[in-house]
């Protein structure tokens, strides 16, 4: 009897769920994984804002371009690059009268940022920036120049923790693992602080940061 292809397609149809039914589902184990890498940062960040007040908008704004092109000049003259200075545009608001402040006027505010690789410039730059006028001075940021490598190297220990939690794993449970099923990357790859103190030569004393990586790995589970 020659069959159709209608008759075949049927057949294919109707045999399909059993024929996979009856596939056996692979056996596997999933564990999370964790690496973290210490280092010294080599580099911090100064965000501060400048700010002047006055009763025209114009004087209110030109008092504080002048604080931030000073603060530039003297930024520039300790040779950090210009790269590593970045100056925002001027923002003014209204100030109403108050009871502590009775005459009205404008405020004019301008942010600038500054990366140092030298660490000891740190309180020369910290004092400068003090003595231009009004100024809101943020809390210091640490950073690390070579953060990727560093993190692809913490990423690389998760991996690692996670197929060293998998062999116990599956030979406590009288198994061995084969294979990497799936994997997810579960961390962003951000350095964790962990001190930050003051010293007498440079200011601050930068101590020792983490960066972590964190993976999700499912290994396949054979027989031993």
Same mark, same amino acid.
């Given at each position: 009897?020659?069959?159709?292809?209608?008759?075949?397609?049927?057949?294919? #149809?109707?045999?399909?769920?059993?024929?996979? *039914?009856?596939?056996?589902?692979?056996?596997?184990?999933?564990?999370?994984?964790?690496?973290?890498?210490?280092?010294?940062? !080599? %580099?911090?960040?100064?965000?501060?804002?400048?700010?002047?007040? !006055?009763?025209?908008?114009?004087?209110?704004? =030109?008092?504080?371009? *002048?604080?931030?092109?000073?603060?530039?000049?003297?930024?520039? #003259?300790?040779? /950090?690059?210009?790269?590593?200075?970045?100056?925002?545009?001027?923002?003014?608001?209204?100030?109403?009268?108050?009871?502590?402040?009775?005459?009205? +006027?404008?405020?004019?505010?301008?942010?600038?940022?500054?990366?140092?690789? !030298?660490?000891?410039?740190?309180?020369?730059?910290?004092?400068?920036?003090?003595?231009?006028?009004?100024?809101?001075?943020?809390?210091?940021?640490?950073?690390?120049? =070579?953060? /990727?490598?560093?993190?692809?190297?913490?990423?690389?220990?998760?991996? !690692?923790?996670?197929?060293?939690?998998?062999?116990?794993? *599956?030979? %406590? #449970? +009288?198994?061995?693992? +084969?294979?990497?099923?799936?994997?997810?990357?579960?961390?962003? +790859?951000?350095?964790?602080?962990?001190?930050?103190?003051?010293?007498?030569?440079?200011?601050?004393?930068?101590?020792?940061?983490?960066?972590?990586?964190?993976? #999700?790995?499912?290994?396949?589970?054979?027989?031993?």
């Amino acid at each position: 009897m020659q069959l159709t292809p209608k008759i075949l397609l049927l057949a294919i #149809s109707v045999l399909s769920p059993v024929l996979f *039914a009856s596939q056996p589902k692979e056996r596997a184990v999933t564990v999370q994984g964790a690496g973290a890498v210490e280092h010294v940062s !080599d %580099q911090a960040l100064l965000r501060l804002q400048f700010i002047a007040r !006055d009763n025209q908008v114009i004087k209110a704004k =030109n008092k504080v371009d *002048a604080q931030t092109q000073a603060f530039t000049n003297f930024v520039l #003259s300790k040779k /950090i690059a210009k790269k590593d200075l970045n100056n925002a545009l001027v923002r003014v608001r209204a100030e109403y009268p108050t009871v502590e402040q009775p005459t009205p +006027g404008f405020v004019a505010e301008r942010e600038v940022t500054v990366v140092f690789s !030298d660490l000891t410039l740190y309180p020369q730059v910290l004092e400068f920036a003090a003595n231009l006028g009004q100024v809101d001075i943020q809390p210091v940021e640490l950073l690390q120049s =070579n953060a /990727i490598e560093l993190y692809d190297q913490a990423l690389i220990a998760a991996i !690692d923790d996670a197929k060293r939690k998998a062999t116990i794993l *599956a030979k %406590q #449970s +009288g198994a061995k693992i +084969g294979k990497v099923l799936t994997i997810n990357e579960q961390s962003l +790859g951000r350095p964790m602080l962990r001190k930050m103190a003051m010293s007498a030569d440079s200011g601050m004393e930068t101590g020792t940061q983490m960066i972590r990586a964190e993976v #999700s790995v499912e290994f396949q589970l054979l027989e031993p």
